[in-house]
Nanobody, 124 residues
């Protein structure tokens, strides 16, 4: 059974950094677009970043562009999200997702597999 498990969340001060990991198991996600989303209390799930397996491209939400970097290691079946210059408004549960769509999707509905999420809290 395919499974995504996030790790690396925690509490950090504003301006700090965290690196999230998403380990995939149960199947190879080499031919899946891999994305990160986040959801804060009382808010809708929000796109953060995605990495296309076939376009060799990455996409970011404007709110994180220049601060966050998504990468993947297919040999380890793992996706990462390096988060720098964190702000209190980055506080949320961060979720990893995988999509088999033909074109890289930027919306949550297009993703087929989801992890449980990891909490990121940024204090001011």
């Amino acid at each position: 059974q395919a499974q995504l498990v996030e790790s690396g969340g925690g509490l950090v001060q504003a301006g700090g950094s965290l690196r999230l990991s998403c380990a995939a198991s149960g199947r190879a996600f080499t031919r899946y677009h891999m994305g990160w989303f986040r959801q804060a209390p009382g808010k809708e799930r929000e796109f953060v970043a995605t990495n296309s397996w076939n376009e060799g491209a990455t996409y970011y939400a404007d709110s994180v562009k220049g601060r966050f970097t998504i990468s993947r290691d297919n040999a380890k079946n793992t996706v990462y999200l390096q988060m720098n210059s964190l702000k209190p408004e980055d506080t949320a549960v961060y979720l990893c997702a995988a999509s088999a769509a033909r074109s890289v999707p930027l919306i949550a509905l297009a993703y087929d597999y989801w992890g449980q999420g990891t909490q990121v809290t940024v204090s001011s």
